[in-house]
């Protein structure tokens, strides 16, 4: 299995106000990043914040090309990124979630201390099949057709690709040992978005060749 260490090209936050990050996405122009009573959009080139919507956001967010979804406790919301409207919800797989991104017509969540993660249903919540990880599972993404999750134990942290279906790891990205994950977001390209906890920050990790 292939290890490397993170290479961070880049951080944003803290922000004021906003002392943790719970959750991160990208819509292809801006990132979003959950703060527990606000879902905010920051500048990915300046790293400014934007602007924020006043919704419940907990731990992990997504976008689907039109809508964000945001785990808020029990429940994962559809939200208006225009408006800040909740649209609908479906409850979250028994046990919560963590990590959420939408890959595949699909919504996928992480869940934290199961070590698993689902795939979902958008409309029902049901669980279409569930992937079985070996760490905590803080977050969740796809990369040019791979699956990524992060993991935060043990006070360490890192990024694996994993298979779809069998849930082995394939690869790691092996961040510092002071340096914990606890949202993933890739930008489509050759990036990823790392959630920095109670940090508050945001941080760019370069995608290994």
């Not at 943790?20 to 801006?30: E, L, N, R, T």
């Not at 029902?124 to 599972?137: D, M, P």
């Not at 360490?156 to 914990?180: I, W």
């Amino acid at each position: 299995m292939k290890t490397t260490p993170a290479h961070i090209v880049r951080e944003y936050g803290p922000y004021d106000d906003k002392p943790a990050v719970h959750g991160v996405s990208f819509d292809g122009k801006q990132l979003w990043f959950a703060s527990g009573d606000h879902v905010n959009a920051v500048d990915p080139a300046s790293g400014e914040l934007r602007r924020s919507l006043d919704v419940q956001a907990h731990a992990g967010t997504a976008f689907d090309g039109r809508y964000l979804y945001q785990i808020a406790d029990s429940r994962i919301q559809k939200i208006d990124p225009d408006t800040g409207a909740v649209l609908s919800s479906i409850p979250t797989p028994e046990g919560g979630g963590a990590g959420l991104t939408w890959a595949e017509g699909s919504l996928w969540i992480g869940q934290h201390r199961a070590r698993k993660i689902h795939r979902l249903d958008p409309e029902t919540g049901a669980i279409l099949n569930t992937i079985e990880s070996k760490r905590f599972v803080t977050g969740v993404t796809w990369l040019n057709g791979a699956l990524w999750h992060a993991t935060w134990e043990n006070e360490q942290s890192d990024l694996r690709r994993v298979d779809p279906h069998s849930g082995d790891v394939l690869e790691r990205v092996q961040m510092p040992a002071d340096v914990m994950v606890s949202g993933l977001e890739s930008d489509g390209v050759d990036r990823f978005y790392c959630g920095g906890g109670a940090s508050g920050k945001i941080r760019i990790v370069q995608r290994p060749d």
